[in-house]
Every structure is written in structure tokens, then in C-alpha cells.
């Protein structure tokens, strides 16, 4: 049985991704849509699963605006908006990708289309691997390529990658889902001469806590208690604590711990050959009689 909370958590997703289709233009901030993004998801009873991803063109996921940040949305971009929604700690798992330019119409349809197709392939076979074939493949048809090395991934209660993948490409002997499970899907497509997989870039935007763990120095677990009480091992980003730390303070904080290996980052990747992403994701629940699409 699917827990209610993360039927009504699906619920507000959905919600969200109408109201992120309706309200995002260009010229709109990147730090201002995700303050409304993650404000909305309070409003309507759910919290944010984790910081709202902004990933525009090469970007291609893990970046979150922090105070300051005064990049605008403008009309040739390629714009992904990652969110997710929790309610005591049961997630969905989302994502939308838009464009005002008919340029990037093909592959904002294109991997619309492997997402369909993933989810058709999931209601009769559970092998993920099978999953990534057949995602690849749907890519491959309208000229373009899976980004490799990043997946979709099984969710548990305040843990957004649970154990299991599903990968974007054909992977001979990758895990089996199971009833019960609850996974994200996600397929990123780029074009066919693209590099096909993302690297590091230094910035750091979103953190989780690793351990509950005292480490003696007051500052340090003060802040950990505080997050923990918030969050659990859901991630953060910087920006929701900036007003009670200071950007100055909070980072010192964040790079001690994260030494500690108390915390840790995640840093924005990018496509490595700067070529444009494109994602959608939908969360599932795998039930014994067929599987429910939350999103
Ligand atoms: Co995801």
C-alpha cells in the first residue's frame, strides 16, 4: 500500500509542475522562482524534499540560487526545474523542462517522450537495465544521447537515493526493482555530439547530513541539531539558513563539517562538453497490482 502521505505529496507535485509551467518567463529571476517554488510547496502542505534545482543549458543538476544570485531566465535557455515535495519524510521527486525557444523543442519532446517510455517499460518489467535501454533507445530515435552517468533512483523515507538505479543507458545486470519500491525516473538527453556525461564544477549549493553526530565544538552541533530537527538526511541548501548565520559564518561551518565527513555536498554538474540538457522526471510506486505514477 502506498502510504497517504506520499499520495498527497504526488499531489502537490503535480500541482507544482502546473504552476511552474504557468508562472516561469523569461527574464524571471532564478532566486525568486525558487523562493515561490519552495513557498507555494509550504502553502499547499508538503515541504521541500530538497532545494529547488534550477539547471539552465549545460547546467545540469545540483544547483540551487543562493542570496545575491542575479541571473534571469532569458529566452534562448534550456530550463530545467528540479523539485520534490515531503510530508514526514515520504518524497516525490519531480522535474520540468522548459524553453520559450523553438530551437530546443525537439529535445524538450524527445525526452518527454523517453520518460513515457520508461514508465510503459516499468509497468511490465522491473529489470532496470531494461529501463535503460529502452530510455536510450527512445533517445536515440530522435537524434539524441543519454547523459550516462547520472540515474533515476529508489527513494525511502527522508533518503532521496535509496539503494537502487535506474540507469539512462542499456546496463547487462543491473538491479531489480520490487514491489513495494517507490523510484524516480529521470531521463537527461542531450544532443548526439555531445560529450553524453556531466563532470563536477566547483560551486556548492546543496548539502545533507551523513551522521547525527556531536562534535564537541558548540557552534558546529548547534547548527547540526538545528538541521537535523529540520531535515534529517534530506538536503539543504545554505540560502534557507543565510539569514541566521551570515553567508561568512555559515560557510565556515558547512566546510568544517562537510571535513568531518559529518556533512556532505553536492557539487553542480555540468555537461562536459557544455552541450544543453534537457529532464523530466516522475516518481512511481511499484504496487502488487501494477504501479502508480505519484507525480
Ligand atoms: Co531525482
Redesign the pocket.
Known amino acids: 500500500m502506498v502510504e497517504q502521505q506520499s499520495i498527497k505529496s504526488g499531489q502537490i507535485t503535480r500541482e507544482m509542475r502546473a504552476w511552474v509551467r504557468e508562472n516561469v518567463q523569461p527574464g524571471d529571476g532564478y532566486l525568486p522562482t525558487c523562493e515561490s517554488i519552495e513557498r507555494e510547496i509550504v502553502a499547499r502542505g508538503g515541504s521541500p524534499a530538497f532545494p529547488t534545482g534550477i539547471g539552465v543549458n549545460d547546467v545540469t543538476a545540483h544547483y540551487s540560487p543562493q542570496g545575491g544570485d542575479q541571473s534571469t531566465f532569458n529566452e534562448k535557455d534550456l530550463i530545467k526545474i528540479?523539485f520534490?515535495v515531503h510530508i514526514e519524510g515520504y518524497l516525490t521527486?519531480?522535474?520540468v523542462t522548459l524553453t520559450f525557444n523553438p530551437d530546443h523543442e525537439a529535445i524538450i519532446e524527445a525526452t518527454e517522450r523517453a520518460l513515457k517510455a520508461a514508465i510503459e517499460t516499468l509497468k511490465k518489467d522491473k529489470r532496470t537495465g531494461e529501463i535503460g535501454r529502452v530510455v536510450y533507445h527512445e533517445a536515440s530515435k530522435y537524434g539524441f544521447r543519454t547523459i550516462e552517468n547520472l540515474t533515476?533512483?529508489t527513494?525511502d523515507r527522508y533518503v532521496?537515493?535509496a539503494g537502487r538505479s535506474v540507469p539512462n543507458v542499456y546496463t547487462p545486470g543491473a538491479q531489480q526493482l520490487r514491489t513495494g519500491d517507490v523510484v524516480?525516473i529521470?531521463p537527461f538527453l542531450t544532443p548526439k555530439s555531445a560529450a553524453g556525461y556531466v563532470v563536477d564544477s566547483p560551486v556548492e549549493t546543496i548539502f545533507s547530513v551523513l551522521l547525527r553526530k556531536n562534535t564537541g565544538d558548540r557552534e558546529l552541533d548547534a547548527f547540526l541539531a538545528k538541521v537535523w530537527d529540520e531535515r534529517k538526511t534530506l538536503p539543504f541548501t545554505p540560502r534557507w539558513y543565510a539569514d541566521e548565520y551570515g553567508e561568512a559564518k555559515l560557510g565556515s561551518i558547512l566546510k568544517q563539517l562537510v571535513k568531518k565527513r559529518i556533512v556532505r555536498s553536492y557539487p553542480t554538474l555540468v555537461e562536459a562538453s557544455g552541450n544543453p540538457v534537457a529532464q523530466f522526471?516522475h516518481?512511481e510506486a511499484l504496487e502488487t497490482d501494477g504501479i502508480v505514477v505519484l507525480t
Open positions: 528540479d520534490g521527486d519531480t522535474s533515476g533512483h527513494v532521496v537515493h524516480a529521470e522526471e516518481t
